[in-house]
């Protein structure tokens, strides 16, 4: 990633592209994380080729690192493509990250740790009923979190009863 403007949003550093390449191990080997690839469905449908990378506008990502609380994810949202911010992609992979936290990983609270200056971030995920449960001045960083009651359940799960899970295998999706 070597968009200055990415860096500073997800408070990330540049990587070398070996840095890159172990990271992308990292994220397919790893059982504590993981990522869902945010692709623009209208470039998707309207394709001429194979070429997902011509589709992906960014990545959510869910890690699963509180040994003493399995029950807790700290989710992230990247949205890359800039023209394709403020449009919902993020809020629907939060959501349907959420969703699959919950129903597939028994998730019941979220975590989301944002730099202080991201407010679209900070707005978006406070729309999807998150609260501020801390704020870090040394990192600049503020915290968000949702407790997932029954009643937030049946709200996340109405938001997300669109969603068809698909099985993905060597590049092309599985028809079922």
């Known amino acids: 990633m070597q968009s200055e403007e990415l860096q500073r949003l997800t408070a990330s550093e540049p990587l070398t592209l070996e840095q890159e390449y172990a990271m992308q191990r990292s994220w397919q080997e790893d059982a504590d994380k993981c990522t869902f690839i945010v692709l623009d469905a209208k470039k998707w449908q309207a394709r001429l080729g194979p070429a997902e990378e011509s589709c992906m506008v960014g990545d959510v990502n869910l890690f699963l690192t509180d040994v003493e609380d399995p029950a807790l994810g700290e989710i992230e949202v990247m949205i890359a493509e800039p023209s394709c911010r403020g449009q919902g992609f993020g809020t629907e992979a939060a959501l349907l990250m959420m969703s699959y936290g919950v129903t597939k990983l028994g998730l019941t609270k979220f975590e989301a740790k944002i730099g202080q200056g991201n407010e679209p971030s900070i707005r978006m995920f406070q729309k999807l009923?998150?609260?501020?449960?801390?704020?870090?001045?040394?990192?600049q960083e503020v915290t968000l979190r949702l407790t997932v009651s029954e009643p937030e359940q049946q709200w996340l799960l109405a938001q997300t009863s669109h969603m068809e899970e698909k099985a993905y295998r060597d590049g092309s999706v599985e028809h079922q």
């Open 129 to 139: 009923h998150f609260e501020q449960v801390a704020l870090n001045s040394v990192f």
